[in-house]
């Protein structure tokens, strides 16, 4: 009976429908106000800068359902939308739920096919961006399973995922960054102007600082502790451990919410894991392997 079921499985993966693409779009940003914005479901999404005042996508599509019939379908309802507005871009994935794109999945805008729903368990969909945009563009990037990297970009951010990793490298400007499973790290090309804040529930929290840092931590962690590589001064609490791991300072424990200052202070870091550490590194001790 088991060996039945296995090859009915079997049967069932084998007939199943693909449709693949690949979406290119370019769009030209002028001004100063330049903004991107990216909301993606099932995916990651991939950014790089450019000293260009143009932001590019390629959109990597592949849906599946069990038949010819219902791939159809899907490809009348799943699709990317790309608007331009005043100073900025968006992209979204749109679907069932909604005529609108994920960015805004309202379901009082649903369209007919929410009405079978259920209909839909046995499909799958995913879209891969990978956007070029200008170095200073303020972007915001949202998902919900899929990975987000982004790299070279100078001007603020908010970026955040469910179900995978956030990862920033040599990048300037300040802003949000938050998984609900997965590790955050950032690679600072220079240190954040502004107040920043770092978030995850099942991963960790790391970050790579320029060693000139001068900045004010809040940290809260449940099921971890935090580490440094640098001089830190409680505010106002008790002084920090001295137990060392792997070269870095003890300076926060588990299961409390703490306070501490880097160099004379700054902006506001505010660092929040449940099941994970805090490690916040001095790039004079080497970039992440």
């Not at 769009?27 to 800068?49: E, H, Q, W």
């Not at 379908?73 to 739920?97: C, H, I, L, N």
């Not at 790391?206 to 440094?228: C, E, I, R, V």
């Not at 870095?248 to 880097?262: P, Q, Y």
Request: hydrophobic share 35%; proline share 4%.
């Amino acid at each position: 009976m088991k060996y039945s079921i296995l090859i009915l499985a079997a049967a069932s993966l084998w007939c199943a429908e693909e449709f693949t693409r690949t979406i290119e779009k370019s769009f030209s940003l002028s001004g100063g106000a330049r903004s991107v914005f990216v909301c993606g479901i099932n995916g990651p999404i991939k950014v790089t800068a450019a000293d260009a005042s143009e932001v590019r996508f390629t959109v990597h599509e592949k849906l599946r359902a069990p038949d010819q019939q219902r791939l159809d379908e899907m490809k009348r309802y799943v699709d990317v939308v790309f608007t331009q507005e005043s100073g900025g871009v968006r992209a979204g994935v749109k679907g069932p739920w909604s005529d609108r794109d994920c960015s805004n999945p309202d379901r009082t805008g649903r369209n007919e096919s929410n009405r079978r729903w259920d209909d839909w368990r046995d499909m799958s969909w995913s879209h891969e961006f990978i956007v070029t945009v200008p170095r200073n563009a303020q972007i915001e990037l949202r998902s919900v399973n899929g990975s987000i990297d982004v790299n070279g970009t100078s001007g603020a951010y908010k970026v955040t995922t469910v179900n995978g990793g956030v990862r920033m490298t040599d990048v300037e400007g300040s802003g949000e960054l938050s998984t609900v499973n997965g590790t955050v790290q950032a690679v600072y090309k220079s240190n954040p102007p502004a107040d920043s804040k770092f978030r995850t529930v099942n991963g960790k929290l790391d970050l790579y600082f320029q060693p000139s840092l001068s900045a004010d931590f809040t940290l809260k962690t449940l099921n971890g502790k935090a580490y440094t590589d640098f001089d830190m001064t409680s505010i106002p609490l008790a002084a920090a451990a001295s137990e060392e791991t792997r070269g870095m300072k003890v300076i926060h424990r588990r299961g409390t919410t703490g306070a501490l200052r880097a160099g004379s202070g700054g902006p506001k870091f505010s660092m929040e894991t449940v099941n994970g550490s805090i490690l916040i590194h001095s790039l004079a001790k080497g970039r992440p392997q």
